[in-house]
């Protein structure tokens, strides 16, 4: 930092300078040089300045130079100001700084800024407002005065406590929690903190109740298990038993007199009216809810589904090799023999010397053909014959009557005359192991059979869809084994066209009326009553011929 200048040329050179530096850069800058620099020029109408007075202008530059020496004189500073030189400037710059400095002087300070200034008026107040402290104004943060409590100025008389003189005092009150003084109001409540870990301790000490009491629960079980007394149960309360009774209820039929001891004289063992005697009482046999199987029966199995069945079989036989294996090893049974066939020979053989390739072949084939005939042999010897074939259809069409009962199914027929017909009427009641009769007529023919449900569902199907009754192809002499067309077809050709078949009632039976299943030609209707009457059937006959197909009230359900 340098060092101020001590003399007074020194001074008014650094004045100049400076002075010329600002005028330089007005210049620069277009700026008037003048004493007015910076200041706003005055509108075009306002009004002319007022005389500038001399003798105050002169006071002012007076008052203003002694400021300045002073200032100088202690910052140490010699010299007049009033000796400064001023700068080269002409006529016009001079008057124009003149003007400036006496504008300048001639402004007076606003009333706020001067030090004797003192607020007066609404002013006064803001001065006061503002002067206040900065503090929070919250009404939560001041203070609030204690409220007045109510004086009491005498006490309760005593005749406004005695309910004879006033009846309308509550007793109640009366050293109670409710007085009849006027009671002081409470301050209000104050905050009073948790102490730490308060909480903590009070959950703390409800998981050790609640285990305490678990605990006692766990020992209360096993106790009851255990059978013990109730008192040792009870950890808190102990409850004592009540004492035993002198004679137990079942020892008191066998005392004499309703004796309350044992006394060996009191015994009533002896006498006609004594519980003992010679004779011994055997408990009566009561059979059992459900019969017991035999040792010997199988027992009911789960209808098991199709990959249990397979994931049950697939164990079985892992069980059965592995013991297979054990056997091997141990020397009881025989290894099997490799099975050789013509895709894998080669790669089973390829570890061994084969001299002779063909007949190696030869050897594998022969094996093929050997489990091949074992093969057809196992199966024909597990295929039923004929009789045995005959004997299961009839065991499960038995079984099947016991589990769903019999029905009966009774069909009319338009025109039964055709061989077809017949033959595929008759021939399936036979396999379906049905039993009836097939009564055909030149007005009518009735088809009657009965049998298990389901064997009697599908007779219907056959019945009422399979067969065709309009079909008019030429007969053929089953009878006789012939498939050649009937001679005398073309003489007696019967129209088929309007021929169909009804289902005219169905329902379920005690017992079969037909042995088995017949076929009759009956010329005459009266023929076919009788031959129904002598099965106790003739009322179906009957009904069929009551039968209307264009009825709605008659007709059925040709599937139910």
Known sequence: MSQPPKSQ?????????????????????????????????????????????????????AASRARIEAKLRSQNIGGNITAMPLPNLTQQQQQQQ?????????????????DDYKPSGPQ??????????????????????????????????????????????????VGGRRKAEPQMRKHAKQFHFVRPGQFVEQAERKRTEEKMEQLKAEIAERASKARLAEEVLDVVNVIQPPEPPAVEWWDAPFLANGSDSYDPTAYAL???????SIYVQHPVPIDPPE????????????????????????????????????????????PEKPKLRMSNFMHIMATQAVPDPTKLEAEVRKQMNERLEKHVAQNQARKLTKEQRREKAETKALEAEQRDGLLCAVFRVHKLSHPQHRYKVSINADQMNLSGCALACP??????????AKFVKAYKKLM?????????????????????????????EVDYSD?????????????????NFRLRKCPTETQAKNWLAGAGCDTYWQLAKQYNPSESITALDSLA
């Not at 003149?98 to 001067?114: F, G, N, Y």
């Not at 789960?302 to 079989?313: A, C, G, N, P, V």
Request: charged share 30%; net charge positive.
């Open 464 to 492: 009422l869809r399979r067969i065709d009754w309009t079909d008019s192809q030429p007969k053929l002499d089953v009878s006789a084994g012939q498939t050649t067309p009937d001679k005398d077809a073309s003489r007696d």
């Open 9 to 61: 040329e020194e001074i008014n050179a650094l004045i100049a300078k400076k002075r010329a530096e600002v005028l330089a850069r007005m210049a620069s800058m277009n700026l008037p040089t003048g004493g007015g620099v910076g200041l706003p020029r005055p509108p075009s109408g306002a009004q002319p300045a007022k005389p500038i007075d001399q003798a105050s202008l002169q006071e002012t530059i």
């Open 291 to 334: 019969p017991i199987l035999a040792m010997s029966e199988a027992p009911s199995h789960l209808i098991l589904t199709r990959k249990e069945r397979k994931k049950i079989r697939r164990q079985r036989r892992i069980e059965q090799q592995r013991e297979h294996r054990e056997k091997v090893m141990l020397g009881l049974a025989q």
């Open 98 to 114: 003149q003007q400036s400095k006496v504008s300048a002087h001639t402004q007076e300070l606003h009333p706020m800024l001067r």
């Open 443 to 452: 007005q009518m023919s009735v088809v009657v059979v009965e049998g298990a």
């Open 499 to 515: 021929n169909s078949c009804h289902l005219i009632w169905q329902g379920e039976i005690e017992k079969r009326r037909f042995t």
């Open 124 to 173: 006064a107040k803001r001065a006061k407002l503002s002067t206040m402290p900065r503090i929070s104004s919250i009404k939560a943060n001041q203070r609030k005065e204690p409220p007045r409590q109510l004086k009491i100025e005498h006490d309760v008389p005593a005749s406004f406590t005695d309910p004879e003189k006033n009846p309308y005092f509550d007793v109640h009150m």
């Open 270 to 276: 002896d006498g006609s009216d004594s519980l003992v």
